[in-house]
């Protein structure tokens, strides 16, 4: 059987045994922030193993798409090292929540194996928990094993578990005999590369306790996974994986474009190549996009592992987005969204390639030099190593490969001490000024005692100021930093992208003190007007009594930015494609910027489209709903919500929705109540920030008024820089907008998009005039240019008439007077012309500089061997200065106008 019918045998094989056929869930697992990748089938059911979800079926069978090459389950440094390790698989599996157990489980794969794929039964060893007594009796009696191919072991190798606690049970592995005279019992779990494991069934019986306890559960679970390329390998009698019809079209095209043969030394770098190439295809198409953090940083590694194998292929072009097709063709019928994202994915990888390449060689070249300069040691220098990371953006992993081809290793702690210098810098020009200045007893304080004494609660703020007195504590740290703290914080601290809230506090005196900065357990204040002087003494924190009075206006105009951020970024990805995903942002009350992963200018058609969607959903005025507070499992739980891979949940997490069709995120920041609230949304700007990396810049609410009165600052720039005749028409139109803006209510949408149109028309129409301008200008400065030189070449032909003859040709010097350095570019090609035997040296002073140009006739350049650009850079060398040109013409500059006379006289 080819691999396709394998798959398609193997699915069938538990449809006719009821089994629901289930679709392969993404690489990328969205659902569970805990995992890099999908690397097991029964990720997509952990939540029916944990009894926090159900199905609405009890039997499944499917294929599932997984990746292995980080955190725990980490195989990327065996890929291409032996036959059978790779970076991306396929895993085979049958499931039954709470249906059949032990007996159909081991039944059914001893019937699939023996019966309808026809392995000799004497090549089959099984391996039992060594107490499960029941599975080995099953597999004693039900089926016609050998028995003495039926082994116990103990829990490292056959008790499967989710984690230190939760679900877990016995289980039973199927390994296949590949030797030729048969191996031994003593085989089995030995790492012997002949004996494989193809095959593992999992009986979840029980949930461990905290305290190690076994507990029975109330309903059993079997869940199995079969490798999917082992046993295609099985089925077709290869020697290794990689000899299947999974990998061997990918292998003849990397030999095609490499013209290398696959053989000796070439092949675990062509076997490595392949593998990556197909984690690379699923993962990109899957939405996870090559980058410096989490899963990003894996498929970077897997990239550069990979480009840098091309090169021992003497391959230096970028090689693996041109095996995107070939992926795309063996593996589109069974996982079609690798069709649909194949030219995404070959624009990601190219860029990624080309991005790599630049550095790549000099890399090589670092490595090798300090490689071969290494005298009675074997350890490659960990400051090197760094070096290679951190310059030429060599993975470790990577180094750590070269070095072992070399009979070298890295030496580790020393890189580790580097990446933690490196950590420590990038965290202190980071870390809050404010933190690294507290005095030692208040900053003690604040960690202590705050957090149980000051509730934080940024969420509930009305738009009427709390005109309420209150009792404030204000202290002052030895570095002249104020702060208060008051038994309950309104004040949003910076997280998540938001900034802060400001505000002020006002004094029983009616003295007031900015509040420029919050934290959530207190706030720093600036006393520029000196109201706390006389209270605070020392480091100790001291009662007062005032109003605590938050910017709410200001708040008001972050809060519709945070929503805007919300509808923006699936916007996004509607308009662009899923692989969109927020790498950062910042929600400023004056606007919004968004980062995130893309491989081309954003267009300004798709910028439209963008707007108009997000403009729909303002105007739809959607309730913005807030989950408060839930558990992080119940969170988990919402269909279609976003969250960051790698962000530190907590037990409790905030959930905003902003229509539950269209955005559902994960976020602890303040939002509007209603998406009328945000007014007219307007993205002003679109940029490049890194490779594959794009920024935009955005404006809502009173931020599009800001936007509209900096258009009319840049009108009134352009038309001040018109004469009257050129801008007088506009004057009108500008006052009645500029009028309009100051009276308009920035929640009114329509108005403020009739207001920016308006503008759009007055700027396309001031372009237009000021082209007119412009030709115009440059036409009477042709026509004054034109008349200027006539008299100039007049005066030329004078200096010419008058010059001297030396040798038979003649000798021309002179000053000239010039206005400009248009004139005197024209003056070069003039003398060429009216010079047919001879020299000429031209200076003319214009702006408090020399310039000079020089010109010798083609016959004394061939005759007299002389050379313009030579006479000239000799004659500004005498000047103070250089230059320097062809034989024929040259120029040059300099700055010493005293010694002008006596420099050009004896040439005179």
């Known amino acids: 059987m080819n691999s396709k019918e394998v798959r398609n045998s193997f699915i069938n094989f538990f449809r006719e045994k009821e089994h629901k056929v289930v679709p392969s869930s993404p690489v990328v697992p969205y659902n569970d922030p805990t995992l890099l990748f999908t690397n097991a089938g ?45 970076t991306f698989f396929e895993m085979l599996g049958n499931w039954s929540f709470g249906d059949y157990y032990k007996k159909e489980a081991i039944t059914w794969a001893w019937e699939l194996l023996t019966f309808v794929w026809k392995l000799p039964k004497e090549k089959l060893w099984v391996t039992v928990f060594e107490t499960d007594e029941e599975a080995f009796e099953i597999w004693k009696n039900e089926t016609d094993i050998d028995p003495k191919h039926i082994l116990r072991f103990g829990e490292k190798d056959n008790f499967w578990e989710m984690g230190d606690t939760g679900p877990c049970g016995p289980c039973s592995e199927i390994n296949y005999d590949f030797t030729i005279e048969g191996c031994k019992a003593e085989d089995i779990n030995s790492g012997n590369e002949d004996v494989i494991e193809i095959w593992n069934l999992v009986f979840i019986q029980y949930n461990r306790k905290k305290d190690g306890e076994l507990e029975p559960l109330p309903k059993k ?26 990998f061997t079209p990918l292998i003849n095209k990397i030999t095609e474009l490499t013209g290398k043969k696959y053989e000796g030394e070439n092949i675990s770098s062509v076997n490595a190549i392949a593998d990556h190439i197909r984690a690379l295809t699923f993962a990109i198409s899957d939405g996870a996009i090559p980058s410096n953090e989490g899963r990003g940083y894996v498929l970077r590694r897997i990239l550069r592992r990979a480009s840098r194998l091309a090169r021992k292929l003497d391959f230096h072009k970028p090689i693996l987005f041109q095996l995107v097709d070939t992926v795309v063709e063996n593996f589109g019928e069974a996982y079609p969204e690798i069709i649909e994202k194949k030219d995404f994915t070959k624009e990601v990888i190219k860029a990624e390639e080309e991005s790599f390449q630049i550095t790549l060689d000099k890399g090589i070249k670092l490595f090798n030099e300090v490689a071969g300069s290494l005298k009675g040691t074997k350890i490659f220098p960990g400051l090197d190593a760094f070096k290679l990371y951190d310059t030429f953006g060599f993975p470790l992993d990577l180094t750590e490969v070269m070095a072992k081809e070399q009979g070298l290793k890295v030496d580790l702690l020393k890189f580790e001490e580097e990446m933690s210098k490196q950590k420590d810098r990038g965290r202190d020009a980071r870390k809050d000024k404010l933190n690294l200045e507290m005095g030692v007893e208040i900053f003690d304080f604040l960690n202590e005692n705050l957090s149980n004494q000051v509730k934080y609660n940024p969420y509930d703020v009305t738009d009427e100021p709390d005109e309420q007195e209150k009792n404030i504590a204000v202290g002052k740290t030895e570095e002249g930093k104020y702060i208060a703290v008051i038994d309950e914080n309104p004040f949003y601290s910076e997280s998540g992208g938001q900034i802060n809230d400001t505000g002020k506090i006002i004094l029983e005196d009616s003295k007031e003190v900015s509040i420029t900065d919050s934290q959530k357990y207190f706030l720093v204040l600036s006393d520029d007007k000196h109201s706390l002087e006389s209270i605070i003494q020392g480091n100790d924190l001291y009662p007062v009594k005032g109003k605590v009075v938050l910017d709410i206006p200001r708040r008001r105009s972050i809060e519709r930015n945070h929503s805007a951020t919300h509808l923006v970024h699936e916007a996004l990805r509607r308009v662009l494609g899923s692989h969109v995903k927020q790498l950062g942002s910042l929600v400023h009350n004056e606007y919004l910027r968004f980062d995130f992963p893309h491989f081309h200018k954003v267009t300004d058609i798709e910028i439209k489209e963008i707007e108009n969607m997000v403009n729909s959903k303002i105007r739809e005025r959607i309730e913005v709903h807030t989950d408060a507070d839930i558990s992080i499992e119940e ?7 976003k969250k960051f891979f790698g962000e530190k949940y907590g037990d409790k997490v905030r959930v ?4 539950d069709k269209f955005s559902i995120e994960f976020c602890g920041g303040t939002h509007v109540k209603n998406t009328d609230d945000i007014g007219l949304f307007k993205i002003i700007k679109e940029e490049s920030i890194a490779s594959g990396t794009r920024r935009i810049f955005a404006r809502t609410g009173e931020g599009i008024t800001a936007y509209l009165n900096e258009r009319i600052s840049d009108i009134e ?14 004057v009108a139109a500008i006052n009645s907008i500029s009028y309009d803006i100051s009276k308009a209510d920035f929640r009114n949408a329509e108005m403020m998009k009739k207001l920016m149109l308006a ?35 007049g005066k030329l032909d004078e200096i010419i008439f008058r010059s001297n003859k030396e040798n038979g040709f003649d000798v021309i010097a002179a000053r000239m007077d010039l206005n400009s350095m248009e004139e005197f570019k024209e003056i070069g090609d003039e003398l060429r012309k009216k010079v047919n035997n001879g020299v000429a040296l031209i200076a003319a002073v214009l702006n408090g500089k020399i310039n000079l140009v020089c010109a010798v006739s083609d016959n004394l350049i061939k005759d007299r061997s002389l050379n313009a650009g030579k006479i000239v850079s000799e004659a500004a060398k005498e000047l103070g200065g250089g230059g320097g040109g062809k034989p024929h013409l040259a120029t040059a500059g300099a700055k010493d106008i005293v010694k002008l006379d006596e420099v050009l006289g004896p040439i005179a």
Request: glycine share 8%; aromatic share 8%; charged share 30%.
């Open 42 to 86: 029964m990720n997509q059911f952990k939540d029916v193993f944990l009894g926090t979800g159900t199905r609405d079926y009890t039997r499944a069978v499917d294929s599932q798409k997984c990746i292995r090459a980080g955190g725990k389950h980490n195989d990327l440094e065996e890929v291409g090292m032996d036959g059978y390790h790779h």
């Open 221 to 246: 679970h079997v869940d199995t996974g079969m490798g999917f390329e082992r046993v295609v390998r099985v089925l077709q009698d290869k020697n290794s994986n990689y000899e299947t019809d999974l």
């Open 635 to 641: 969170a988990n739980k919402i269909p279609n919500v």
């Open 656 to 659: 905003v929705h902003i229509d």
């Open 717 to 730: 720039k352009i038309m001040n820089e018109l004469p009257g005749k050129y801008s007088t028409d506009f």
């Open 759 to 793: 503008q759009d028309g007055t700027l396309a129409s001031l372009y237009e005039s000021r082209e007119i301008y412009l030709e115009e200008k440059k036409q009477t400065e042709r026509e004054l240019l034109k008349q200027s030189l006539s008299k100039i070449f």
